[in-house]
């Protein structure tokens, strides 16, 4: 009996915080250009997790967000880069963090998933497991663009403290930026795949390791339940254990669109935290919710595309 194909979908986000308008445009067309990558390769027949690595690597490439090159600084002045791919299918999982030579952590983030027993690695190991499988180091400085070194100059000369303070911190608040990443996608075997990459947050200590490649916090993917993909302030998503908490409620029946709603109240009501989701499950249904003043993403299927900026008083398609 002939399998069944599936309509692909894919969806994108680029970050949720205060957008500021002279920057819409550019994210736009930074969560446009990924959803193209993406989605060549989903109408070309290629597995979910191809897709959501050509979209995610299209985003590290470009400087608008905060992921590869152009990522935030550390306190100490250096680019370090956490990433995950998640397989619905096998429930493998790769995950990187605390890199500091990798141009797409989300390539090495794949490599572990495929190539690996493990499904972390971090630091030095991890860099010394992408050379020993073909990925090229490069320089830090290649990393880091002069808006990041001014941004970090002016943020200290304010004398701020570190922005990753889980507390209740009025330094961390939807306004401060979270232009991580991260894409979820359906192919046409029906199989789901989640990733995210980030350069983490804003004069952060080194070492620290935010929710997005963390499994099961900002990413998680698993064809029973759905694929999710968070961004926003991640110490109170790991709190939260939030992606797998969404993708739970999907396989208890919900809609994606109702349950990422809900996610975001709970991360607002039980932690005071903000951010953002996008939520897919095996059906192809979608979900987007945020809580900051704007979230960039998009969606396509074979029917319809969207790609844009939204305010948090939008409401988002189904």
Same mark, same amino acid.
């Given at each position: 009996?002939?399998?069944?194909?599936?309509?692909?979908?894919?969806?994108?986000?680029? $970050?949720?915080?205060?957008?500021?308008?002279?920057?819409?445009?550019?994210?736009?067309?930074?969560?446009?250009?990924?959803?193209?990558?993406?989605? @060549?390769?989903?109408?070309?027949?290629?597995?979910?997790?191809?897709?959501?690595?050509?979209?995610?690597?299209?985003?590290?490439?470009?400087?608008?967000?905060?992921?590869?090159?152009?990522?935030?600084?550390?306190?100490?002045?250096?680019?370090?880069?956490?990433?995950?791919?998640?397989? $619905?299918?096998?429930?493998?999982?790769?995950?990187?963090?605390?890199?500091?030579?990798?141009?797409?952590?989300?390539?090495?983030?794949?490599?572990?998933?495929?190539?690996?027993?493990?499904?972390?690695?971090?630091?030095?190991?991890?860099?010394?497991?992408?050379?020993?499988?073909?990925?090229?180091?490069?320089?830090?400085?290649?990393?880091?663009?002069?808006?990041?070194?001014?941004?970090?100059?002016?943020?200290?000369?304010?004398?701020?403290?570190?922005?990753?303070?889980?507390?209740?911190?009025?330094?961390?608040?939807?306004?401060?930026?979270?232009?991580?990443?991260?894409?979820?996608?359906?192919?046409?075997?029906?199989?789901?795949?989640?990733?995210?990459?980030? $350069?983490?947050?804003?004069?952060?200590?080194?070492?620290?390791?935010?929710?997005?490649?963390?499994?099961?916090?900002?990413?998680?993917?698993?064809?029973?339940?759905?694929?999710?993909?968070?961004?926003?302030?991640?110490?109170?998503?790991?709190?939260?254990?939030?992606?797998?908490?969404?993708?739970?409620?999907?396989?208890?029946?919900?809609?994606?669109?109702?349950?990422?709603?809900?996610?975001?109240?709970?991360?607002?009501?039980?932690?005071?935290?903000?951010?953002?989701?996008?939520?897919?499950? @095996?059906? $192809?249904?979608?979900?987007?919710?945020?809580?900051?003043?704007?979230?960039?993403?998009?969606?396509?299927?074979?029917?319809?595309?969207?790609?844009?900026?939204?305010?948090?008083?939008?409401?988002?398609?189904?």
């Amino acid at each position: 009996m002939t399998q069944q194909r599936i309509s692909p979908v894919l969806i994108v986000h680029g $970050g949720a915080w205060a957008i500021p308008d002279d920057m819409v445009e550019a994210h736009q067309r930074g969560v446009r250009a990924a959803m193209a990558a993406g989605w @060549k390769l989903l109408a070309d027949g290629e597995n979910a997790l191809a897709a959501v690595e050509a979209a995610v690597v299209a985003m590290e490439d470009d400087e608008t967000f905060d992921a590869g090159r152009g990522s935030f600084l550390t306190s100490d002045g250096r680019v370090q880069l956490d990433a995950l791919m998640m397989d $619905g299918k096998t429930l493998r999982a790769g995950g990187i963090g605390c890199v500091e030579h990798i141009r797409n952590p989300i390539r090495l983030a794949h490599k572990v998933l495929t190539e690996s027993p493990h499904v972390y690695l971090v630091a030095e190991g991890a860099e010394r497991f992408a050379t020993e499988h073909g990925i090229a180091l490069c320089d830090n400085n290649e990393l880091i663009i002069p808006r990041e070194v001014e941004r970090l100059r002016c943020f200290k000369a304010a004398g701020k403290p570190d922005s990753t303070f889980a507390g209740a911190s009025a330094e961390v608040s939807p306004a401060t930026s979270h232009d991580t990443v991260g894409a979820v996608a359906l192919d046409a075997s029906g199989n789901l795949a989640a990733a995210t990459s980030t $350069g983490g947050t804003l004069n952060k200590t080194p070492g620290r390791v935010g929710d997005s490649s963390l499994i099961g916090c900002g990413c998680y993917a698993d064809n029973m339940k759905a694929a999710v993909s968070c961004t926003g302030w991640g110490e109170p998503i790991m709190k939260l254990v939030l992606g797998k908490w969404a993708c739970d409620r999907v396989q208890e029946g919900d809609a994606p669109q109702v349950v990422a709603q809900q996610a975001i109240i709970y991360l607002k009501n039980r932690l005071n935290g903000h951010g953002g989701m996008i939520l897919l499950d @095996k059906k $192809g249904r979608i979900g987007a919710f945020h809580s900051t003043p704007r979230m960039v993403w998009g969606f396509k299927n074979a029917k319809r595309e969207h790609v844009r900026v939204e305010d948090s008083v939008t409401k988002h398609p189904r």
